[in-house]
């Protein structure tokens, strides 16, 4: 799997965009890039996922750069709720594979 | 609920004793992966098992064991224990639905050591 670089911590106000940024610069052609995010103690969620197309869905946009190099995460309208560590993954979608976590990005939403 | 499901939620037990941990997958989902997040650290993948093999190892201690049983449970031993094994550990299972996984993660087994 591609190693991806996340800032360690972002802030956001309650209501704002939240943009999450990744690098993975040595992504290859069939890896994709997968979001998940860990509320406090909670186990991981999956957000989204895309090859190289912008993808939305209700909890979130994901924008990949046309070089594929770096993406980023868009909560819209961040909330309280949101306040999560949020992990970038690349990695090829072959069933049976362990995801391997880095050390994220800390999202904090504050009112 | 996310359809796995993890128990006991909370363990305390002694340095030196022997602990089970039990992960039942989400229906159909026929892998199981172990996961160790000790305090403000980081998710280590630990075990794999599908359908009853095991399929890839990680960071996993000699003093843990794993298996995964006929109708897909799946049980995480860990023997000798220390004061540092104190962590949560997450069970999560998958199936490949086109290019998404469908990584499900369960609510965890917070461990105490003492």
């Known amino acids: 799997d591609a190693k991806t670089t996340q800032p360690p911590s972002m802030d956001c106000a309650e209501g704002r965009a939240a943009n999450l940024p990744c690098n993975h610069s040595?992504?290859?052609?069939?890896?994709?890039v997968y979001w998940y995010r860990q509320i406090h103690s909670q186990g991981p969620q999956y957000i989204i996922h895309?090859?190289?197309n912008n993808e939305t869905n209700e909890m979130a946009s994901l924008i990949i750069t046309e070089d594929r190099k770096s993406s980023t995460l868009i909560l819209p309208h961040a909330t309280l709720r949101d306040t999560a560590v949020y992990y970038c993954?690349?990695?090829?979608?072959?069933?049976?594979?362990?995801?391997?976590f880095g050390g994220g990005t800390r999202l904090m939403v504050k009112p | 609920d996310s359809g796995v499901t993890q128990t006991p939620k909370h363990l305390i037990t002694a340095t030196g004793q022997r602990v089970t941990l039990r992960c039942s997958p989400r229906?159909?989902?026929?892998?199981v992966y172990w996961y160790q997040q000790s305090l403000d650290q980081g998710l280590q993948f630990l075990i794999q098992?599908?359908?009853?093999?095991?399929?890839a190892k990680g960071n996993i201690l000699e003093r843990f064991s794993a298996q995964q049983f006929p109708d897909l449970h799946s049980e995480l031993n860990l023997s000798s224990l220390e004061l540092g094994d104190s962590a949560l550990y997450f069970c999560?299972?998958?199936?490949?639905?086109?290019?998404?996984?469908?990584?499900?993660f369960g609510s965890g087994t917070r461990l105490t050591v003492v």
């Open positions: 999560a299972s998958s199936v490949q639905t086109g290019t998404n996984y469908g990584y499900t």
């Open positions: 040595t992504i290859s052609g069939n890896e994709y």
């Open positions: 895309g090859l190289k």
């Open positions: 993954i690349v990695r090829v979608p072959n069933a049976g594979n362990m995801l391997t």
């Open positions: 229906s159909g989902d026929l892998s």
């Open positions: 098992y599908y359908n009853g093999e095991e399929r």
